[in-house]
């Protein structure tokens, strides 16, 4: 009698965008999820352009995170934190 080994493969479904972000930025965490959604993002072109989209978010992100804080806006958040903390 021979024995059949099956790969058992996690296959999913296009997941929201908020959900595709989480995929992605907890992939060390759940590895099964995250390669199922990648083998799903090859041949899904909607999930595709989702990563793509959440990708240049994160590049535009982190041009702006180098930018200097314009001192204005600085001391305009300082107002606002020190009026909520006397109320
Ligand atoms: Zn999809």
Do not use: G, N, W
Request: hydrophobic share 35%.
């Amino acid at each position: 009698m021979k024995i059949k080994h099956q790969i058992r493969r996690l296959q999913i479904s296009c997941p929201e965008p908020f959900d595709v972000e989480k995929i992605l930025l907890q992939s060390h965490k759940h590895r099964m999820l995250f390669r199922a959604f990648e083998e799903h993002m090859m041949c899904c072109s909607k999930c595709f352009r989702t990563v793509r989209k959440i990708h240049k978010f994160y590049e535009i992100l982190e041009k702006e995170l180098q930018k200097k804080a314009s001192p204005e806006v600085v001391a305009f958040a300082k107002s606002v934190y020190s009026e909520k903390s006397e109320v």
